[in-house]
């Protein structure tokens, strides 16, 4: 069963629920809700007739199980209904028409003093499984976005974080190096930075202390690249491209010794 009906809030003050037992006003939803809303041809053993909007062919069992309820009260029921005139119903050997008496006016048919678009909704609501949703007319403030579109901009990822690890004074050191280069109008594409920082690491074994040293080096002094220290080659006699962090500590302890 698809569609929706009207419910008119003055059914609650009506005799016909007022005075109706609970069981009494399902059987009358019941009927609300199986009701045409608009005409179909029917044709029963042969004999063809029409069902109009607010109408139902039915039988008394047919409506109890429908409803949940007992034979006895639908009949009881119908009794109520009719004696107030709410609905009329037409019995014959194959069954019963029920007409809900002013069907249209309640559901905004015809003339009841709703608008044409409200009729225009209520014709519509009969056909769809529930009513379109109202266009939200709230007015929000404009927020600013970020990115293109509308995008979440995600910062970029450092090129040296993975060179670098949790080494942050190292990570500060090269970044420096990279903007004094930008400086310099000698800016480094990404292939130029990969083989600068594997010079750097063969340089030193992967040594981090050397590295920072190396870099500030290279800073201070403008240099385009990465340079064995100054002060290494002069300080110990060996291979500076081999011994990593012995040849490190040797510097070290050669600065020591000169001072």
């Known amino acids: 069963m698809e569609g929706y009906i009207r419910l008119w809030r003055s059914l609650a003050d009506s005799p016909v629920w007022t005075c109706s037992t609970a069981n ?8 609300l809700l199986h009701v045409r809303w608009d005409s179909i041809r ?3 053993l042969g004999k063809e007739f029409t069902i109009g909007p607010g109408e139902m062919f039915t039988s008394i069992r047919k409506l109890a199980d429908m409803a949940g309820v007992t034979q006895r009260v639908v009949r009881t029921a ?4 009719e004696s107030v005139n709410f609905l009329t119903r037409k019995v014959t050997h194959q069954g019963m028409l029920i007409s809900v008496v002013n069907w249209g006016k309640y559901q905004g048919l015809c003339g009841s003093g709703d608008t044409p678009s409200d009729t225009k909704k209520t014709r519509r609501g009969h056909t769809h499984d529930t009513p379109k949703p109202k266009k939200d007319t709230t007015i929000r403030k404009k927020v600013p976005q970020e990115g293109k579109e509308g995008k979440k901009v995600i910062p ?5 974080d993975d060179f670098c690890g949790n080494n942050e004074e190292l990570k500060e050191a090269l970044q420096g190096w990279m903007e004094m280069r930008k400086k310099l109008k ?8 990969k083989l600068n920082l594997g010079k750097l690491h063969q340089m030193t074994g992967g040594y981090q202390p050397a590295m920072l040293d190396i870099v500030n080096q290279s800073t201070m002094n ?3 690249a990465f340079y064995p220290l100054k002060k290494a080659e002069q300080a110990v006699d060996v291979d500076p491209f081999a011994g990593a962090k012995d040849f490190y500590e040797s510097i070290l302890r050669g600065r020591r010794t000169d001072g």
């Open 24 to 31: 009494q006003k399902v059987v009358l939803i019941t009927i």
């Open 42 to 44: 029917w044709d029963v």
């Open 78 to 81: 119908l009794d109520r209904f």
């Open 156 to 160: 970029p990822i450092s090129p040296f």
């Open 186 to 193: 000698k800016p480094l594409t990404d292939r130029a930075l």
């Open 222 to 224: 403008g240099w385009l």
